[in-house]
């Protein structure tokens, strides 16, 4: 429909699916998100600075087809030539013809989480003469970079969209809770979160924690009781 207008996907799901991946709905293994959704970059993890930096990009004139060298995102290329550090994952063919070569790609994919000493990764798709080329991680945010994320003034609720078909009622879990800190370094192997978060820590500061629940205080459906202080791997 806007032929000329950039696609950037992200979130968990896109992030998850950022390569080839095992998708429980329909039984099988799927191509890159970045290809079936023909987006134009994937912006994986949390995205604060690759997203601040793909539009500052985008505002200085370069098209998104040469916006490759962010960190934290995912794009296609015809040609590994300019590509560097690289490290060449199994080709969804050969995941398709072979379980234990999804089983090696996988294990590449979660030894390069780390944004200091994670390789770029390529994966070849020779039926469309193309590679996914994953970027390094982005960096962790520091505490202070933490403490103005999470200062925004979001609206902490549903997108008023869902109103009329009665709200979404997961909502009351997670409305009162404070998130204190990201990254696990468990890597356990039921939890996606290290290959989401990484496995850096990243902290709040307390005057932050302390800010955003006397905001909760002022909240008419407020009730006294704050639901969860926490996050991954929370002390």
Not at 187 to 203: D, K, M, N, P, V
Not at 209 to 234: C, N, Q, R, S
Request: charged content about 25%.
């Amino acid at each position: 429909v806007y032929k000329n207008t950039p696609i950037i996907i992200g979130g968990i799901e896109a992030s998850l699916r950022r390569l080839a991946h095992y998708d429980y709905w329909s039984d099988r293994l799927k191509r890159s998100i970045l290809l079936d959704a023909q987006a134009d970059l994937i912006s994986y993890g949390m995205g604060e600075r690759s997203i601040v930096e793909i539009a500052d990009a985008l505002n200085a004139g370069i098209d998104v087809k040469d916006i490759t060298f962010v960190e934290g995102t995912v794009y296609r290329t015809k040609s590994l030539e300019s590509v560097y550090d690289y490290e060449l994952l199994p080709s969804y063919r050969k995941l398709l013809q072979d379980r234990r070569e999804y089983a090696k790609s996988f294990y590449i994919q979660y030894c390069n989480t780390d944004p200091f000493t994670g390789k770029r990764l390529a994966e070849p798709y020779a039926e469309d003469h193309l590679w996914v080329v994953q970027n390094p991680a982005a960096k962790p945010l520091t505490q202070e970079e933490m403490d103005e994320v999470y200062g925004l003034p979001y609206m902490r609720t549903y997108h008023p969209s869902y109103e009329e078909k009665g709200g979404i009622p997961a909502i009351q879990e997670v409305k009162f809770s404070l998130v204190s800190n990201r990254g696990c370094f468990g890597g356990c192997s039921f939890c996606a979160l290290t290959f989401h978060q990484g496995r850096i820590l990243q902290t709040r500061s307390h005057k932050s924690l302390l800010t955003e629940a006397k905001g909760m205080t002022e909240d008419p459906d407020f009730k006294g009781y704050i639901h969860d202080v926490g996050g991954p791997t929370a002390n």
